[in-house]
């Protein structure tokens, strides 16, 4: 991944100081990190404290999604104040030759900012479709849509990915030099989030599965 | 995933109110959960408002573990206040016959606390060790271990996973009866945090990869 040196912090508290060489600010960037996210995770304050919980979540016109019950807690607490939402794609595991420069390779973004409720019902039915699109490309159009009660009963919130930051590990081992002549392996381990064969429902065993979720190949 | 219906919430704050049929209270699954998770997002509060950080992390003695940067905002905070913890696993995409009926299977813990430092020396190499070892079985006994000002270098935090939730959805599609009729596939896409081709270091193309980090298998 390039780094765009010119790119600039959107925020004081976006800004990365440790490891700051692994840090993205590009618009471009922190999209396509949370676009392949499944999961976020959220955190928000209340009288109980602060609290990070995880959540499936979606990308759509520069905004980041997700959906609830109407009167969760954390629905309540988003509609209050702000937040921060963090991300993150574990690529590979980066084993040195000393315990000390162990790693990992990753793609993570953080941003801040305050959800807003998607009230409006064709915004709601488009951000649903862009939700069962990003599980599986096509699928919106095969599948029943959701009726006005289902609808209703879903609260969907976005958040702008303006406030953000992207952090990006994507190198190989760096040892130190007295340590390069160990005999021992070094090197960089990938890993991917991957589709194994779907488990049809049952009466589905003679329909055609869907495309998987896009995941990166080796 | 059994389901012990005896275990309770250990807090006000960690009882599951959402999808109840989905929480796990017991100290097994947080920990088995937990034992395999690389990285958790971290919420904590500062000056500048809440903040969800990603960090790797491990587990040991009954304790999540994270290292990083002394002097680091996140550890000054951690520091300071309490924390709430969270990891989660995407095990699979739940593809409904309506769209209102998606999901994911996943399992996740939700944990708070306050994190301690881990300061004696003899606690900080354990810890190392059961990183390392976490990262390739067997690896500890392979690798230069960390000196010193290296273990100077890194500040290593715990946090007993005692106040804590694990929340589990292992289960296929669950439509409803006037949609079962419908010609789309429905089913589940199981997914996993796979391992690739390990990719060797220069001069390591000689010597034996470690065993894989280990994911489950289909």
Known sequence: MSHDKTSAAPSSRTRIRRRSERAHYDA?????IAASALVCHVAFA?????????TSCWCHDGHLYIHGAHGSRM????AAGEASVALTHVDGLVLARSAFHHSMNYRSVVAYGRFEPVTDADEKLAAFAAYIEMLAPGRWAQV????????????????????????????????????MALPVWAGVVPLRLAAGTPHPDAGCEGLPAPVHWGVPTD
């Open 28 to 32: 471009d960037t922190v999209a396509a």
């Open 75 to 78: 629905l309540q607490a988003l």
């Open 144 to 179: 029943r849509q959701p009726g006005r009660k289902e609808l209703a009963a879903t609260a969907v919130l976005r958040l702008a990915l303006t406030e953000a930051a992207a952090k990006v590990r994507d190198w190989g081992v760096k040892d130190d030099a007295e340590d």
């Open 46 to 54: 209340d009288d109980a404290g602060v609290h990070c919980i995880p």
